[in-house]
């Protein structure tokens, strides 16, 4: 009766032990700082600012985790479109497109018209292994007629480089479109130069209408101006055939009929041939790069716009004063021997 009884005694001790071991896999466990920190900006006790503080200071895969988690199981942020595009817009601050469950969670976020424009900015952070699929899914949202949007879609593809080569015949469609607002087609004439390479991108410019080359003007700023070592996304090009499409491209733009072009030309001319002012092979035969200096002579003198006119001899006496500046000179020596590395 005794060994019965301890043989019962032990089989209940492992049941229950099993019940527990049970219940406590089973049990939710306490709420995390993400789930806190949202609780309390649901409940109204936090700001938006307070909580964007609290989940600064965690790891970022704890709070995109955490984030795609609520959305998965708390009804209330998918229903409150200002919650929830909130919460999207915190996982493109942490950069949730890096990681696996964040990358999901915005390619799913696409098909919300609330939050796609926010999905289609973090998806910039998408590892290149991923940057395939994600072309694909963006070019269902790459038309002319959601300007906003449109432009945030070329400018994630524009990122992707060469990844986004599926992507580049919309995206000069859209350049071509003289319907298409200003915003719209500087983006597309960006990504043109960032997928596409200089190249082809150029040959496209030249033949764009009036506002189609003031797009590409102001894209080549930036384009040079955030590419590394200036021209490292044309690398496969050689550089200094880059720069002497460019230089003709900028000068052919200052003769263009369209005084608005000419505008614009005259504008980005310093930052857009900083590289390519001065010719000579020492400070003592330095000299004016002798194509730019007939342009702005001839437009000096020829322009029909008084203000441009007076703009361009402006530009040329400076351009000669820096001839005799030594800070001015070692500057440009120094732009010349960082693009001169590796040649």
């Not at 071991?21 to 307070?50: C, F, I, K």
């Not at 988690?69 to 209330?76: G, H, V």
């Not at 997928?195 to 384009?223: D, M, P, T």
Request: aromatic share 6%; glycine share 6%; net charge negative.
């Amino acid at each position: 009766m005794r060994i019965k009884f301890r043989i019962t005694a032990i089989c209940l001790i492992s049941f229950l032990g099993l019940i527990h071991s049970y219940v406590a896999a089973q049990d939710v466990s306490a709420p995390t700082e993400v789930d806190t920190a949202l609780e309390d900006l649901v409940s109204g006790s936090a700001t938006r600012s307070d909580t964007i503080a609290r989940l600064s200071d965690l790891p970022r895969e704890t709070v995109v985790s955490g984030l795609v988690e609520a959305l998965e199981t708390n009804r209330e942020l998918t229903q409150n479109d200002r919650l929830k595009t909130f919460v999207y817009n915190v996982l493109r601050q942490h950069k949730a497109g890096s990681t696996d469950d964040g990358y999901q969670q915005l390619l799913a976020g696409l098909d919300d018209p609330v939050v796609r424009t926010l999905c289609v900015i973090a998806l910039v952070e998408a590892p290149p292994e991923r940057r395939g699929k994600t072309v694909l899914k963006l070019l269902e949202f790459l038309d002319n007629t959601d300007f906003e949007l449109g432009t945030h879609v070329v400018r994630t593809l524009g990122r992707f480089g060469d990844a986004s080569l599926a992507a580049l015949p919309a995206i000069e469609s859209i350049f071509a479109n003289e319907d298409v607002n200003q915003r719209y087609r500087l983006a597309s004439a960006k990504s043109m130069l960032q997928i596409g390479g200089a190249g082809r991108a150029l040959a496209l410019f030249e033949s764009s209408n009036a506002s189609g080359r003031q797009a590409a003007l102001y894209a080549l700023v930036r384009f040079v101006g955030e590419t590394e070592h200036r021209y490292g996304i044309v690398s496969a090009r050689d550089r200094k055939e880059f720069e002497q499409e460019l230089v003709d491209f900028v000068l052919a733009s200052l003769a263009s009929p369209e005084r608005n072009v000419r505008a614009t030309a005259l504008e980005v001319l310093p930052e857009l041939l900083s590289t390519v002012l001065i010719v000579g092979e020492s400070k003592e035969t330095y000299a004016l790069n002798p194509e730019i200096s007939r342009a702005l002579a001839d437009m000096s003198a020829n322009d029909p716009d008084e203000g441009l006119r007076s703009q361009a001899a402006d530009m040329l006496d400076n351009f000669q004063t820096q001839l005799s500046d030594d800070s001015a000179i070692d500057r440009w020596e120094r732009i010349q021997s960082r693009l001169n590395v590796g040649e």
